[in-house]
């Protein structure tokens, strides 16, 4: 399993699933993805199909409706100039999706179309794409509170949170928790290495009086 970053681009290269029957197959790279809101990911298939055929189109698409043919995502307005099509029409493709937002969350699956009668495929079961954003959430007394930098699913290959403490890098670990003393008027955040442009919201956490949060930092009210 491996997890590539480069500024805010995700490539997922885990175990590859092959369905298809009579010379037709779509492989999927992985089944499953959970990405950052704001980051950009990469969905990447290879296909095949009978001698004879020449593919003439492939998109992919998010949903099927029985009786009538599926439509390409790229033509949803939704979708103006955030995707990208990578491929040769002739044994694989990738889908590029930038700035990533919650309503991204689906199933995708690659849909191919030869030149032949009847030369429409697509390949089940997809790749399930979760698009999730970063939360800090408090748990514990007053003594002994612990932060969490929470997602709503998990995230690809056990990533490097980073802390922010008023703004200020305090701690990288491959744990999502973060144990301190707390003060009144100290903020805390949280981001994935490779993407720390993606900060989640900053909270004030002094376990003692109640604080309002102001930029980076919180005040005593």
């Known amino acids: 399993m491996a997890l590539r970053t480069a500024g805010s681009v995700l490539v997922v290269f885990l175990w590859s699933v092959t369905v298809g029957q009579y010379g037709w197959s779509v492989t999927y790279t992985t ?13 990447t298939c290879s296909y095949t199909y009978p001698s004879g055929h020449k593919v003439t189109s492939t998109f992919w698409l998010t949903k099927m409706e029985a009786g009538v043919e599926p439509e390409d995502i ?35 699956k690659f849909r191919f179309i030869t030149d032949q009668t009847a030369g429409r ?16 959430k408090v748990t514990g007394g007053l003594q002994d509170k612990t932060l969490n930098c929470s997602t709503t699913c998990t995230l690809t290959d056990n990533p490097t949170y980073i802390w922010y403490k008023n703004g200020t890098i305090v701690k990288e670990d491959t744990s999502s928790l973060y144990s301190d003393y707390f003060s009144d008027a100290d ?11 993606l900060h989640s919201p900053a909270v004030c956490e002094s376990g003692l009086f109640y604080t309002y949060f102001y930029g980076i930092q919180c005040f005593r009210l």
């Not at 809101?37 to 969905?43: F, M, N, W």
């Not at 939704?78 to 990578?86: D, F, K, Q, S, V």
């Not at 495929?121 to 800090?136: A, C, E, M, N, R």
């Open 31 to 43: 089944q499953s993805i959970c990405a950052l809101k704001g980051s950009t990911v990469k969905l």
């Open 74 to 108: 790229g033509q949803d307005p939704e979708n103006a100039g955030r995707l990208e099509y990578h491929g040769d029409k002739k044994k694989g493709d990738t889908l590029k999706i930038t700035d990533l937002r919650e309503s991204d969350s689906a199933t995708y």
């Open 121 to 136: 495929y697509y390949g089940d079961p997809g790749v399930t794409l979760s698009v999730t954003g970063l939360q800090v």
């Open 187 to 197: 903020s805390y955040s949280c981001a994935v290495k490779g993407h720390e442009d």
